[in-house]
């Protein structure tokens, strides 16, 4: 007994490939979450706050401590000054994020830009606020952004855009060029922003992460997005804010307040105290170890013969597969995971406009141990011909 308006969107890609990985015993690169821990001293600080009495309700917009905690980490890092009190909120991790400010923000009819591959989460939550998404495709293997494609897609209806970068699946970090169009758009059409930038800090080669928030013209229109479970390793808390203008975060919070009306207190305390810690030298640890692993499961996937290009950003490779499997990426993906013990996404559910797009690529997530890494590229060099 599903509603007519989620029925279309049947069960998420990422529950499917797991329970699958884990009936065949399968290593899952298919689902995006670390199988290592978060720093022990943010554990420490939840332990903390869960026997120091901090397990009532919380604030709705978010514990005084965290909201406080974001603000003071976007001024530091990126120059942005959010009022803590009216400008922050927090959310149960980024999916709640994109779901409150969808519908606490989109009036039935409002479109939508969605760059695709999208996240699986944006299409069902825009049908849920009755809003219409409107699809720019980026192609495989550099995904860049074509103004004319998006200049294209504008109607009177367009009320907002958007943007998740660094990009999953695609690996793709937004440039400072591309970013400048999307806000040009935004400008030129009095539009809306909402950016999703959960993988801010998972940067390689020099690519450098730009807040769209952070273009002229951009902040006061911007609602961004961002999570403690890419950046502290702790996708199971689901501890997620978005910060922007007081009139768009009343909106996400109109809508937060029903769907969750606050989120658990003492892991928001935890995640108050990782913001504080968050200091350049954990961050730059944090990059160093992905990119490792992101080299390494690169150049297993090149020798065995996918066709890549190296992500600049996410914890997510894509690939095409044709040289090693013959048939589509759903095939491929149960293939894998049955035959061969990795579990990969099959990339359809990230895309619609295009179907024909994803239908030989897959996505392998490499947040994981080494050790997980390196018995994964065993199984797939039997791949090799
Ligand atoms: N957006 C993107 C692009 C993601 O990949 C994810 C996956 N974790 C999320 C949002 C959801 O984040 P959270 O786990 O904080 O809900
Ligand atoms: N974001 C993660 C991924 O892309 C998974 C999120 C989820 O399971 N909903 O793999």
Redesign the pocket.
């Known amino acids: 007994m599903i509603s007519q308006k989620l029925a279309p969107f049947g069960t998420t890609i990422f529950a499917e490939m797991t329970a699958l990985a884990q009936e065949h015993g399968a290593i899952n690169l298919a689902q995006?979450?670390p199988d290592f821990e978060g720093p022990p001293e943010v554990v420490e600080a939840a332990v903390e706050a869960l026997r120091g009495g901090e397990n009532q309700y919380a604030r709705s917009r978010g514990h005084p401590a965290l909201v406080h905690a974001v603000s003071d980490y976007y001024r530091k890092i990126y120059g942005l000054d959010y009022d803590p009190m009216d400008e922050v909120v927090i959310?149960?991790?980024?999916?709640?994020?994109?779901a409150a400010s969808l519908l606490g923000i989109l009036n039935p009819g409002d479109e939508v830009i969605l760059f695709e591959p999208f996240?699986d989460?944006y299409p069902p939550c825009l049908a849920l606020a009755g809003a219409v998404p409107r699809f720019v495709t980026l192609r495989f293997p550099d995904f860049r952004l074509d103004p004319d494609d998006l200049w294209a897609r504008i109607t009177p209806k367009t009320r907002m855009i958007v943007l998740?970068t660094p990009?999953?699946p695609t690996g793709k970090v937004f440039d400072a060029g591309e970013l400048e169009t999307i806000a040009e758009v935004c400008r030129e059409f009095d539009l809306l922003a909402l950016t999703?930038e959960?993988?801010e800090h998972l940067t390689f080669d020099g690519a450098r992460h730009i807040p769209l928030a952070s273009l002229p013209g951009m902040r006061e229109r911007t609602l961004t997005?961002s999570?403690?479970?890419?950046t502290f390793s702790f996708?199971g808390w689901?501890?997620?804010w978005g910060v922007g203008p007081k009139a768009m975060v009343d909106g996400a919070q109109a809508a937060h307040q029903f769907l969750t009306y606050a989120v658990p207190t003492p892991l928001q305390k935890a995640v108050a105290f990782a913001l504080g810690h968050c200091a350049e030298d954990y961050l730059t640890r944090f990059r160093a170890e992905y990119a490792r692993r992101r080299d390494f499961l690169t150049s297993v996937l090149q020798e065995v013969g996918f066709r890549l290009r190296p992500p600049q950003g996410?914890y997510f490779i894509l690939a095409d597969f044709r040289q090693v499997f013959s048939g589509d990426d759903r095939e491929f993906a149960y293939w894998l995971t049955r035959e061969h013990g990795v579990a990969a996404l099959p990339p359809r559910s990230f895309y619609h406009a295009d179907p024909e797009e994803p239908r030989h690529l897959t996505r392998f997530a490499f947040c994981k141990k080494m050790e997980t890494l390196e018995e994964a590229a065993q199984r797939l060099r039997r791949l090799a011909r």
């Open positions: 995006g979450f959310f149960s991790g980024a999916t709640e994020g994109i996240y989460s998740n990009m999953n999703d959960v993988y997005l999570s403690a479970g890419k996708t689901k501890i997620g996410t």
